[in-house]
T-cell receptor
Framework: SAVISQKPSRDICQRGTSLTIQCQVD?????MFWYRQQPGQSLTLIAT?????????ESGFVIDKFPISRPNLTFSTLTVSNMSPEDSSIYLC?????????????FGPGTRLTVL | TQLLEQSPQFLSIQEGENLTVYCNSS?????LQWYRQEPGEGPVLLVT?????EVKKLKRLTFQFGDARKDSSLHITAAQPGDTGLYLC????????????FGKGTSLLVTP
């Protein structure tokens, strides 16, 4: 398994500002993912962040709005830019430990974002 | 789009009852995973099923993968208040490597 931490755990932000969320893993992993979980909803994939390459975004998510960094094999950041109340969600990072079991992913505790 | 449909969406039962949660799709998945998420936490992996027809048991939880690998079920025997949470099934995207496609979840409440 993997131990994943996220910072901040929660934040309340003003409309129009940006927030950078950090994700730290206790081991080196190739694939990291960012998901969004809107209130009362399931998880939606935002992007895949592999070290050494540009993040790959899912339909409906763009780099200008959700820039991602992946500087090394244990760390990634997701920025939520020019926030609006519709961005209020839980943002989760996850890692894939391919080689341990098929398609096994482990999630961080999430960052609960409220935009006023 | 590989949609995963979960049912029921909400379930409220008393301690000691049995329940089954279903996860269905029209698409074939190489594997399906079940997660439980508690408020304020990220999802925690319960099990991964890989082989069609496979049955896995985790204490009072029994997971089954359909023969055609299009559906899965989670059965809880003698539910306890500690089982309360959001149960999510997920399967890998066919075109995004190991990224997961999640069902909408089943919110379970077990009252004493």
């Amino acid at each position: 398994s993997a131990v994943i931490s996220q910072k901040p755990s929660r934040d309340i932000c003003q409309r129009g500002t940006s927030l950078t969320i950090q994700c730290q893993v206790d081991s080196q992993v190739t694939m990291m993912f960012w998901y969004r979980q809107q209130p009362g909803q399931s998880l939606t994939l935002i992007a895949t962040a592999n070290q050494g390459s540009e993040a790959t975004y899912e339909s409906g998510f763009v780099i200008d709005k959700f820039p991602i960094s992946r500087p090394n094999l244990t760390f990634s950041t997701l920025t939520v830019s020019n926030m609006s109340p519709e961005d209020s969600s839980i943002y989760l990072c996850s890692v894939d430990l391919s080689g341990s079991e098929a398609d096994t992913q482990y999630f961080g505790p999430g960052t609960r974002l409220t935009v006023l | 789009t590989q949609l995963l449909e979960q049912s029921p969406q909400f379930l409220s039962i008393q301690e000691g009852e049995n329940l089954t949660v279903y996860c269905n799709s029209s698409s074939v998945f190489s594997s399906l995973q079940w997660y439980r998420q508690e408020p304020g936490e990220g999802p925690v992996l319960l099990v991964t099923v890989v082989t069609g027809g496979e049955v896995k048991k985790l204490k009072r939880l029994t997971f089954q993968f359909g023969d055609a690998r299009k559906d899965s079920s989670l059965h809880i025997t003698a539910a306890q208040p500690g089982d309360t949470g959001l149960y999510l099934c997920a399967g890998p995207f066919s075109n995004s490597g190991y990224a997961l496609n999640f069902g909408k979840g089943t919110s379970l409440l077990v009252t004493p």
